[in-house]
């Protein structure tokens, strides 16, 4: 593919935002997030835990990041808000925030939601696949909606200001909490089902509620939530244009999910089949790679190339995301 130089300008001109990153135990490498760097990303969303979530391990895993990162300060900082995002950005550093992809670690204890704000969490996913005490998760047949303590995290994640976040969740589950929330919800990555009908992927009607809300959904970047196991950036634009052609660009975001060892996540899948990684409707895929972070400039130019405006890629590479933290009151 060739690049203009309009596609680099874009991305130099814009704010990029990846929603999420997964950054546990085994997949901690500084060389990852100067992939991201290079590549024109100026906030990076992290997700820190261990499995399955505790809130100590939360702690602990924020602590390791702000250890292993402070040797880089020079071009590494941690941003919890969008003023500490724009200084970053200014210095010229990749800022990381932090999200969680469950709700397990606060067993019943709201007060926890306001204690993972503290340490630095900005959104979190309501469930993680299967059940918890908040809600279903997408891979539960019963596709049981919010609990009551579900209920009650919703509107606490409200009163404080960390985002809901929707990936993962059920299809009830989820379109119960948009209907609740005060505030905008996002999916932070999460594909188009219509195009690729995994178990992972969101219908339109969850798309069309999260926009009406205000909300925005991250568009994923592994190869079998896509169909397509090359990851390649004509197929994730796809996904991209079906969200945009849906509800307006201005809904859209990228949340890719880079994982550098494919092989053994999807090892981990198949091992957990009969726990975390239940597959009731025979959509799950164990194969494929994952969108790099070296690929957006080709995102881009293919957005160029279909006719987006610059205001529209500028929302999609992060200024969508950014409108929903400042709506969130993480300014």
């Known amino acids: 593919m060739s690049i203009t130089d309009k596609a680099k300008a874009m991305i130099s001109g814009s704010e990029v935002w990846e929603m999420t990153l997964p950054w546990l135990t085994d997949y901690q490498d500084i060389d990852i997030l100067a992939r991201y760097h290079r590549a024109g990303f100026d906030f990076v969303s992290l997700t820190v835990e261990d499995f399955p979530p505790t809130f100590d391990g939360v702690d602990a895993h924020i ?17 919890t808000s969008l003023a500490e995002l724009d200084a970053a950005r200014s210095n010229g550093q990749l800022a990381l925030g932090f999200n969680v992809q469950d709700t397990v670690q606060l067993g019943s204890d709201l007060s926890s939601i306001e204690a993972l704000f503290h340490l630095g969490v900005r959104h979190m996913l309501l469930a993680y696949n299967i059940r918890n005490f908040v809600a279903d998760g997408c891979a539960e047949p019963s596709d049981a909606g919010l609990s ?43 594909g188009a089902k219509r195009l690729c009908a995994h178990i992972r992927n ?130």
């Open 63 to 79: 602590r390791k990041v702000k250890d292993s990162i402070a040797p880089h300060a020079e071009w590494l900082t941690v941003a």
């Open 202 to 331: 969101i219908d339109d009607a969850q798309i069309r509620a999260c926009a009406a809300g205000g909300g925005v959904i991250g568009v994923v970047g592994i190869g079998a939530f896509i169909g397509d196991a090359e990851a390649r950036s004509e197929t994730v634009f796809r996904h991209i244009d079906h969200i945009a052609s849906l509800v307006g660009p201005q809904h859209v975001g990228l949340g890719t999910d880079y994982v550098q060892d494919m092989a053994g996540v999807w090892a981990s899948i198949v091992a957990a089949k009969d726990s975390s990684w239940p597959d009731p409707t025979g959509t799950q895929l164990y194969e494929g790679g994952c969108f790099q972070p070296e690929q957006l400039v080709e995102l881009v130019q293919i957005m160029l190339e279909h006719g987006y405006a610059a205001d529209a890629i500028n929302g999609i590479l992060g200024g969508n995301f950014r409108r929903v933290y400042k709506m969130s009151g993480i300014s």
């Open 148 to 190: 009551l303590f579900g209920r009650q995290v919703i509107r606490e994640m409200n009163r404080i200001g960390m985002v809901v976040d929707c990936s993962h969740t059920g299809r009830r589950s989820s379109l119960e909490a948009i209907e609740l929330s005060s505030l905008p919800t996002i999916f932070s990555h999460s």
